[in-house]
């Protein structure tokens, strides 16, 4: 990833969810690239301030982007967008269905929404999940194509938020031309992770189709 954050250097960035695993080490990324200012939206749901770097060139803004008043400090004043701010997890949505569609649909939506006539802005960077397109098997798993027909069922509310989320994606760069990448993420670890985080969060040891949480 670090060749691309280069390609970031001296630009206004907005990390949504920057205060998170995946959120901070691309914060830490964009600082060792150059970036100019950074500005990170969190409200800390399964996040901790101190993962925030400290430096002058970054912003905290502690809340979501649900909420009219901190979605309204997002001005068109920025060249990237990361959209990193989501409802961990298959079974934690399973077990709480509406924070998922909160913290993961509405998110997304108003978002995009908020931002779709936006001059300034380069690229808007979404983070979905691998989950959205993967063949469901109990098997060795299979590359998926892009252009391939996919299953219309989703076995969590996860992979139905991350779906959708890129429907609204795609229908704003074609109404709006909102420039716009799909990440998909697969199984993220690496420093900084919450280890154990499925434990106080009280999932349960679940063998997930071919996938053995980390716990």
């Known amino acids: 990833m670090s060749e691309q954050v280069q390609e970031l250097a001296a630009n206004r960035v907005l990390v949504v969810g920057g205060a998170g695993f995946v959120g901070s080490n691309l914060v830490r990324q964009l600082l060792d690239a150059g970036s100019g200012e950074i500005v990170v939206i969190d409200n800390l ?6 993962n925030i770097p400290s430096d002058k060139r970054v912003s905290f803004i502690n809340g979501s982007i649900t909420d009219d008043a901190v979605l309204g400090t997002i001005d068109d004043d920025f060249d990237y967008i990361f959209h990193l701010a989501t409802f961990h ?3 934690s949505s399973i077990n ?12 997304t939506l ?5 931002i779709k006539g936006f001059g300034r802005l380069k690229k808007i960077v979404y983070a979905s999940a691998g989950c959205t ?4 098997t109990f098997d060795d798993a299979q590359a998926s194509i892009e252009d391939a027909k996919i299953s ?15 429907l609204y994606l795609n229908y704003y760069y074609h109404q709006y031309a909102l420039p716009c990448v799909k990440a998909r993420f ?3 670890y690496g420093p900084g992770e919450i280890l154990g985080a499925g434990r106080w969060r009280g999932t349960p040891h679940t063998v997930w189709r071919n996938v053995t949480p980390t716990f």
């Not at 749901?45 to 101190?50: D, G, N």
């Open 152 to 166: 219309l069922y989703y076995d969590s509310p996860y992979q139905i938020s991350k779906i959708i989320g890129e």
């Open 133 to 136: 397109v993967a063949e469901k």
């Open 186 to 188: 697969q199984n993220v």
């Open 110 to 114: 108003k978002l995009c929404e908020r």
């Open 89 to 91: 997890g298959n079974q």
């Open 45 to 50: 749901l399964s996040a901790e301030c101190r």
């Open 96 to 107: 709480d269905p509406l924070q998922d569609h909160e913290n993961n649909t509405l998110t």
